[in-house]
């Protein structure tokens, strides 16, 4: 059979390696850290750093196909991959999502909405940009941000020179705050041949900057239901994806905004494991193995809860309940802000 490289052994890896598994992979986990979460489901794991080019080579040569759960591969890395075996999805995927303003530029050369934004090179300019996109506005590093680490709000301007001393030199964008109703993402996919299909979008709230809940269906009318899948499609054509891509988006009376990419499978399309057919993992493992994309229309209506931390305590007592599934990443410390598991409530079938 064949072989699926996966970089990255966290979560998500887990969860690809076990759909992987059951469309008849088996999977390599390249991962820098020790004990990776799906290294307990994987039938082969390299435990080296991006920076080791024997390693990077060895894995390479051993996989038919190599993806990845997490945008911030290095660059170096990927060339080095990339001279062996084919990385979906892409690389214009991973260089336009590693970096937000590279992200935004993208986003509105395409004409879709964003948040208004400005690069942020010094003390001068986030004082410039400030005056002009006004208050509230948040202070974003570049790079490497997730769960809503490396941001800072800025609400007067005399908060300038803290908020830039916060991103510790990092280079930096500002954008003017969204006031959104809600926030809802789409997970998309596309196929080797160009198919596309996308997942009900999916309502996020967020708690301490970490994703909370994913509720299907969201409350979005029939339009903007349509506008938010037509986007969804529009970025990956543009991209000629392969594989599944999360978009998270800002709903507002003016319309939807993006908010943010992600060239991988999302905690918010974790519902897709006890909603549909095809959840998101296999439907990505299908469109990078070049296999049709599978059937992801939603057959149950799903509230996704995630357990952070402490939460993972509450599995006793939601393993008892009929209508929970639950879904353990089989991480031993349960620290503050660490994704543990999460599970999908069955709310009720679909109603089309
Ligand atoms: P993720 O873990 O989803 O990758 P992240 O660290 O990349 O998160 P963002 O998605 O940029 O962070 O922001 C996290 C949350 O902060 C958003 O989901 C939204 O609730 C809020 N937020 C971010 N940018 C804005 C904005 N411009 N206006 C209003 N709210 C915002
Ligand atoms: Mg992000
Ligand atoms: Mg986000």
Redesign the pocket.
């Known amino acids: 059979g064949a072989t699926i490289g996966i970089l990255g052994g966290g979560q998500l890896g887990r969860m690809l390696s076990v759909a992987a598994s059951r469309l008849g992979f088996a999977c390599h986990i390249y991962e820098p850290g020790a004990h990776p979460p799906a290294g307990q489901v994987a039938a082969h794991v390299t435990t080296a750093s991006y920076e080791d080019a024997e390693a990077l080579t060895r894995f390479a040569e051993s996989v038919d196909v190599i993806t990845y759960e997490f945008e911030n591969v290095p660059t170096q890395a990927l060339d080095l991959l990339e001279g062996h075996c084919a990385i979906r999805p892409g690389r214009e995927a991973l260089r336009i999502s590693q970096d937000?303003l590279t992200e935004k530029t993208f986003l509105q050369a395409l004409g879709l909405k964003t948040?208004p934004f400005a690069d942020i090179a010094d003390l001068d300019g986030l004082t410039a940009a400030l005056a002009e996109i006004g208050t509230p506005a948040?202070l974003?590093s570049r790079r490497f941000?997730?769960?809503?680490?490396?941001?800072v709000r800025i609400t007067d301007p005399s908060q300038v020179e803290e908020a830039l001393a916060a991103m510790n030199g990092a280079p930096a964008i500002l954008?003017?705050?969204?006031d959104?109703t809600h926030?809802v993402s789409v997970i998309a996919a596309r196929g080797s041949h160009g198919d596309v299909a996308c997942f009900d979008p999916g309502e996020?709230v967020?708690r301490d900057?970490?994703?909370h809940t994913t509720t299907v269906p969201a409350r979005l009318s029939p339009n903007q239901r349509t506008d938010a899948v037509l986007l969804a499609a529009n970025i990956l054509n543009a991209l000629e994806y392969i594989g599944v891509l999360g978009v998270?988006l800002?709903v507002t009376p003016q319309g939807l905004i993006v908010?943010?990419i992600?060239p991988r499978v999302h905690?918010s399309g974790h519902w897709t494991q006890n909603g549909c057919a095809v959840d998101q993992f296999e439907q990505h493992i299908r469109a990078i193995a070049g296999w049709p994309l599978g059937d992801g229309s939603r057959h149950s209506n799903v509230v996704m809860e995630n357990l952070i931390g402490d939460d993972i305590d509450r599995v006793v007592g939601l393993a008892t309940q009929p209508d929970v599934s639950l879904h353990l990443y089989g991480k031993t410390e349960a620290k503050p802000g660490r994704k543990m598991g999460h599970f999908n409530r069955v709310t009720g079938p679909s109603r089309g």
């Open positions: 937000r948040a948040i974003k941000g997730y769960d809503g680490k490396g941001q954008e003017g705050f969204v959104f926030e996020n967020h900057g970490i994703l998270e800002f908010n943010e992600a905690n």
